[in-house]
């Protein structure tokens, strides 16, 4: 599993919550951007920081652009795991991407990107460089 | 339909979205709270008061209890009409009730009730008195 | 404001919802997928459809594509409109595109697609003749 | 910690979510009741039950009754721990009741309760007797 895994990139494993099912019977397409955002926060986490620290401090990424590809359905009580690797970033923006995979298996369920500015006081600014520098932070791995 | 109005009462009507129903194919519990969030709002509305205006100067309504008992389910794309009405309050704390129906039909789906303290700067306070007059006010009906 | 609809297009005005923010401080970027289903649903409903029915009868339509361009953060409690528009579609397949203005301006908040296939029993199938006729219906505005 | 665990209770352990907080700056209320809900999945689980196969059975548990006390404010990122507990139970109705801590510490977070009725084929019914020994069962520690 772990092959996809490079410097840049981090691992989570979750489970489908019954609240994330929709009348389809299926995690409803919209929750999936929630997971992608708890996917940034174990980014940061790996490499030694917390978003929530982040935005105390006045830095928020808001997200500009998104998007996702739904490959498969995927049902409650399902354990998945997600892949979140930077694909882009420069000191005002970066670009995440996402693979959303069934736990222990092979086959892609979502694919998604999304982009962000680094805000601060309502302003796109050039990121403080003690916090850019975690683009290129080696992570310390929470989730094998 | 409107005897159930009063004075310290007011009505909404909405409809169940795709995304508030969950794999039991109904409305899900918790989305409940999400409505009766929004009809403290329409109740304010009535009374001449954003609640957007009141965050901004720093009176915040957290709830501090919470009840609901679900007597019939509920169906995406279903009408519904909500009376949300005042039951008790004081300058520290508001107890607001809910009665939800489906439009045009006299069963009831839903009674909750949601209680509140007036927060200010992380402190309970008295309500400023230009505010807490809204409880008091005689509402102008926005829905009929 | 209407010169942005035409025969496959539709409108839908709507607030902002406390529920839908989260601790920016502004609409969560998850919710507007929600919005947009809800779009589709009124879509449908001003062509005479509604699509519970179709669900019932073991049509769904689910998202394979998403995807959205934040502009314009928006806040709680504001007035939205938006228009829904069908993109593309083929018996198999349809793309919606969004568009999503404060109430009164012309400013584009956010823009999106999302793209559906026309499932039956777990298989992507030909929509039904008397339901893929919709997309050439003209509409009977609800909203106006 | 484990004091407050005996046979009827489990314990799981969660980070609040991004996506679950709102303009307050903390938690939204009303998903906790979501928390609760995968509070119910653990409390099986740890009783080698999956919450998915009853449903797929046609056994489903809806919400008849919810409250909850909101005692102190969550914030983002914030790691949680909560006690499930059968309170009561026959063959067509159990309640659980709730707590939520702060990880490691010991003062109440919220405390809840939520009443469910055995559903199948849309009417309360008694339990299939392999399930229902499912109260008295003694449970398989997955979180310590």
Redesign the interface.
């Known amino acids: 599993m772990s092959d996809s895994l490079n410097r840049s990139s981090t691992r989570t494993v979750f489970k489908i919550?019954?609240?994330e099912?929709?009348?389809?019977?299926?995690a409803?397409?919209?929750?999936y951007?929630?997971w992608f955002?708890?996917g940034r926060?174990a980014w940061l986490e790996e490499r030694g920081e917390?978003?929530?620290k982040w935005?105390q401090e006045g830095w928020?990424l808001?997200?500009?652009?998104?998007?996702?590809?739904?490959?498969q359905?995927i049902?409650?009580?399902e354990t998945m795991e997600m892949i979140i690797h930077v694909k882009k970033f420069n000191p005002r923006k970066v670009i995440f991407s996402y693979q959303i995979l069934k736990l222990g298996e092979t086959d892609c369920i979502a694919t998604a990107t999304t982009s962000h500015v680094f805000l601060n006081q309502g302003k796109v600014r050039r990121l403080k460089p003690a916090y850019y520098e975690v683009f290129t932070r080696t992570p310390k791995r929470l989730y094998q």
């Not at 099912?21 to 299926?26: E, F, H, P, S």
């Not at 409803?28 to 929750?31: D, E, P, S």
């Not at 808001?62 to 490959?71: E, F, N, S, T």
């Open positions: 919550r019954y609240s099912t929709d009348q389809m019977g299926v409803n397409h919209a929750r951007f929630d955002a708890e926060v917390r978003y929530a935005e928020i808001p997200v500009v652009d998104a998007q996702c590809k739904y490959l359905a049902r409650f009580q």
